[in-house]
């Protein structure tokens, strides 16, 4: 990644310039500093050079200039880029891309599957290794599982909990009643503390907890025991997307 090829000065034009934000999925978290063109193609440590990327999308981005300005940057996952094309499927999403930049759609898609293999094997590599290590893809263990020789194991009084919150929501209680309820009963987090709508919101789009893992933008059938049903899981989504957040949106059947 070679971050410490940057002067402190471009570093800070560069956060400046981007409102402290990932340049591809705007996550305000974890930010590092990727060449537009790497070093070992001569790219220089200038700040024309330099773009803002989180951890998670640093891991994933393409060496490739071409690539990363006109493919990865462009769209923070292949559903948004299916959804911008109003295609049915990543094929058709990608000969309109072609189309669009006036590239061959068959160079266009060798192009990024020679750039995929590695970075995708190392996200799924690193995913494996911390479910692994902490039973999850690289988050703390939630709400409703703990971690039991080598597996994440459901702790029944904490999965009710979890069962209670989906059925609340769908039965049309906003967060905040949600976090109402659950302090007033004197139900502590997995902390020990108060709840807050983000822990809620944070159960409401967790895909672990109908049976799938998500790290960037690869989604795992994962080992775990599920705790709510797919459909449940599904329905929340399309629920909070309604009353104007961001669900999820994963697809999943």
């Given at each position: 990644m070679r971050e410490n090829d940057f002067h402190s000065l471009v570093k800070k034009l560069a956060l400046q310039r981007t409102d402290h934000r990932c340049e591809r999925c705007w996550s305000e978290r974890d930010l590092e500093f990727h060449h537009i063109t790497p070093v070992k193609l001569g790219g220089k440590s200038t700040l024309d050079n330099c773009i803002v990327l989180c951890h998670n999308c640093h891991n994933i981005a393409p060496q490739d200039p071409f690539l990363l300005i006109n493919y990865f940057l462009k769209f923070a996952s292949i559903k948004e880029m299916i959804k911008h094309y109003n295609a049915k499927n990543e094929e058709e999403a990608t000969r309109s891309l072609s189309k669009e930049l006036g590239f061959d759609y068959n160079a266009l898609k060798k192009r990024i599957e020679v750039?995929?293999?590695?970075?995708?094997?190392?996200?799924?590599?690193?995913?494996?290794?911390?479910?692994?290590?902490?039973?999850?893809?690289?988050?703390?263990?939630?709400?409703?599982?703990?971690?039991?020789?080598?597996?994440?194991?459901?702790?029944?009084?904490?999965?009710?909990?979890?069962?209670?919150?989906?059925s609340w929501y769908l039965s049309g209680r906003s967060m905040g009643e949600i976090v109402k309820m659950l302090n007033m009963a004197k139900i502590p987090t997995k902390k020990g503390g108060v709840w807050a709508k983000k822990t809620i919101s944070t159960i409401l789009k967790n895909p672990l907890y109908c049976g799938y893992l998500k790290w960037n933008d690869i989604i795992s059938k994962g080992q775990q025991r599920s705790i709510v049903e797919l459909n449940s899981f599904n329905e929340v989504q399309k629920i909070i997307e309604k009353q104007g957040g961001k669900p999820a949106n994963l697809d999943l059947d």
């Open positions: 750039n995929k293999p590695s970075h995708v094997y190392a996200v799924k590599k690193g995913m494996r290794e911390s479910v692994k290590k902490k039973g999850h893809a690289g988050f703390n263990i939630p709400f409703g599982y703990d971690y039991i020789n080598g597996e994440l194991r459901i702790i029944l009084d904490e999965a009710k909990i979890v069962k209670d919150i989906y």
